[in-house]
């Protein structure tokens, strides 16, 4: 299980991210992108981390981050820099969040618990989230 405090962001990878001066361990982006799940064209054109806006939350410290797209790379991309520049960082990214949920507690503190679903010899594993506010 990974715990902590962090903090949603509404995040348009073409206007850029801003982080907030209090320090989070676990940044949520809301996109807003997964509300269109019943769509046909759900996996194309979706939200993602862009390259400059990963190394942003690598410097800054967050140990997990979040997004509410099928990835956080970009559709077109081929040498998966966000990923790299997150996981070779040990920052844990978190695919597919509910984006109607995010939606409810951007610019709060809250409390996220991952519990991620053990996989042997796997690279990610299904996780339940959850984020408590008010603690």
């Known amino acids: 299980m990974l715990s902590g405090f962090g903090t949603c962001i509404k995040y348009n990878p073409e206007e850029g991210l801003k982080l907030p001066a209090q320090n989070f361990?676990?940044?949520?982006?809301?996109?807003?992108?997964?509300?269109?799940?019943?769509?046909?064209?759900?996996?194309?054109?979706?939200?993602?981390?862009?390259?400059?806006?990963?190394?942003?939350?690598?410097?800054?410290?967050?140990?997990?981050?979040?997004?509410?797209?099928?990835?956080?790379?970009?559709?077109?991309?081929?040498?998966?820099?966000?990923?790299?520049?997150?996981?070779?960082?040990?920052?844990?990214?978190?695919?597919n969040l509910n984006s109607k949920t995010l939606s409810e507690i951007v610019d709060k503190t809250v409390f996220v618990m991952i519990f991620p679903v053990p996989v042997k010899h796997g690279d990610g594993a299904p996780s339940r989230i959850v984020a408590l506010e008010g603690l």
């Open 25 to 95: 361990k676990i940044i949520l982006l809301y996109t807003g992108y997964n509300e269109r799940w019943g769509e046909f064209t759900v996996f194309k054109n979706y939200s993602y981390i862009a390259p400059v806006d990963a190394e942003k939350i690598r410097d800054y410290g967050a140990t997990v981050v979040g997004i509410d797209s099928p990835s956080a790379e970009s559709p077109d991309s081929r040498n998966f820099e966000t990923h790299k520049i997150l996981l070779g960082s040990s920052v844990v990214i978190a695919e």
